[in-house]
Every structure is written in C-alpha cells, then in structure tokens.
C-alpha cells in the first residue's frame, strides 16, 4: 500500500492514511465473510413483505463488496452449470457470401439485417437447446457455405468476431454511434449505444440473441469486441444513470441541461440573485 494517498483521490487527501487502511482491513473482511454466503441472498430484486417496494438485495452491496470475493463466488455458479459432456454445439451453416450481396450502400444486410451473419445466427437460435449454451468453449460449430474451412474452433471464433463487427458497422439496426461520435466532441466518440429505434418484435429477437452473446462470453471467458459506451454496461447492470453518465454519451445535452438549470436557479433567486 502507498505511504501516501495518490494526487489522483482528492476526496481522500483529508484522511488520515492509517484510516483508509483500516478500512481496505474491514472492507477485504466484510467480503470474505459475506461472499461464500451469496447463494443464501435474493438475487432477483423481489418485493418486500409488505408487496409495496423492491427488497433490499445483493444490489445494494455492490460497492462494498471487493471484486475478488464477487468474482469467485460467480465462477462458482458457472462452473456449477456448466455442460461438459460435448466438445461442441449443433452445427449451423452460415453464408458469409450473401452478406455482401444483399447490403445497400452503406446499410443494412438485408431487411432490418437479417442476411447479416447476426441475423442468420438469430434466426437459429431457436433450434437450440439450454443445455447448448451451457457448454465450457464452442457453443456451435460453424459451416461457412462456399468456403472450405472446417472448424475446430477457428470457425467459431471467426463466425462471433464477425457478428461484432456487423453489429458495429451499420449492417446490423441494433447499435447507433454515441452523439458525441456523431457531433466529434466530449468522451466514449468511437463507443456505441443501443438503438431506441429498433423496437420491432425482429429487433426484441436480436437484442435478446445478443443478449445471449454476452452469457456466452462470460461463460466461457472469451471477450466480445464491441465498444459499447459506459452507460450502457451500467443499464445492463441495473445501476442508475447520471448526469455524468449523460456527459459521456452526448456533451451537448448535457451542457444544456447544466444551462437550464443555473437558469432556473437564478429565477428562483428572484432579487436575490448574485450579479
């Protein structure tokens, strides 16, 4: 540990060192004690007794708990329910081919990018099986149609980098840039945001399949390459949004808010207001 708090923590600068490292002690402590214990606890986010409002769950620890002890304890669950009987999936065939074929300039694969390789994997999703996405590696073997390449893991490999790439470069409706992206300025600009647009019953299908992209990459600890915007993790882990968070996504709005605000503050000052 530093003899010293980092320059970086201003908010720590006026505690006493031997302070905080007590309580890195009792917070490493609490953990220790707490997370072999996770499995008792409520998960789900259920009503309280009184059927009013939601009861105080696991949620609720989240930044107290060190992120070791809340790592090891999730392991533990995936590797509980993992599928080892089978080297691999089903086998699907994807064409790669008539992605090109079917694009317009510059837009979608297909309708709503359903001759995109995501889209081809979404629409057979619903011939596998729960225990299919339970499997430690490949969860399908891929056949490429008018390529010769067999897989034995490359394929698959190849076949999840590809959908992250659709989802990324317009061939897919289910990511949009960032507004700072779009307006150049402020954070996350090479980052992306769900699309509020795409709420069709074809879209809720994708972003469920992608939905199950993120388990499969959490279970077998192979990570997607999609640049989605900080915001967005904290939405899928439940967390509230924030003015900061809105900075991060679109400068402009922000700065407006911020202006709006001071502006409302001055009127309620009425005559009192500073010069």
């Not at 540990?1 to 201003?10: A, C, G, K, R, T």
């Not at 994997?121 to 010769?148: I, N, Q, T, Y």
């Not at 640049?227 to 509230?240: F, Y």
């Amino acid at each position: 540990l530093p003899s010293q708090v980092p320059m970086e923590y201003n908010h720590l600068q006026e505690i006493p060192i031997i302070a905080l490292r007590n309580r890195l002690l009792l917070l490493h402590h609490i953990s220790e004690l707490f997370c072999p214990c996770i499995p008792m606890f409520d998960l789900e986010g259920h009503l309280d007794e009184t059927g009013q409002g939601p009861s105080v769950g696991f949620d609720a620890l989240r930044g107290i708990l060190i992120s070791q002890g809340k790592e090891v304890a999730f392991r533990k669950v995936v590797q509980a329910t993992m599928v080892r009987d089978r080297q691999h999936g089903p086998v699907v065939e994807l064409n790669r081919i008539q992605v090109k074929r079917s694009r317009s300039k510059g837009g979608l694969a297909g309708p709503d990018g359903t001759k995109s390789v995501f889209g081809q994997m979404c629409a057979k999703m619903s011939s596998f099986s729960p225990d299919s996405l339970l499997l430690p590696h490949r969860v399908w073997k891929v056949k490429f149609v008018g390529e010769s390449v067999d897989d034995c893991g490359g394929g698959y490999s190849e076949s999840i980098a590809e959908m992250c790439e659709e989802l990324q470069n317009g061939l897919t409706p289910l990511l949009i840039v960032t507004p700072n992206g779009r307006d150049e300025s402020g954070a996350n600009r090479d980052c992306f945001l769900l699309n509020p647009a795409a709420k069709s019953s074809l879209h809720m299908n994708m972003f469920r399949f992608l939905g199950v992209m993120l388990g499969i990459a959490i279970r077998t600890g192979s990570p997607l390459s999609l640049n989605l915007a900080e915001p967005v993790w904290k939405q899928l882990a439940g967390m509230n949004l924030t003015i900061a968070d809105l900075s991060e996504a679109r400068k402009s709005l922000c700065y407006l808010y911020n202006n709006i605000s001071i502006r409302q503050w001055f009127s309620a000052c009425g005559p009192w207001a500073p010069e």
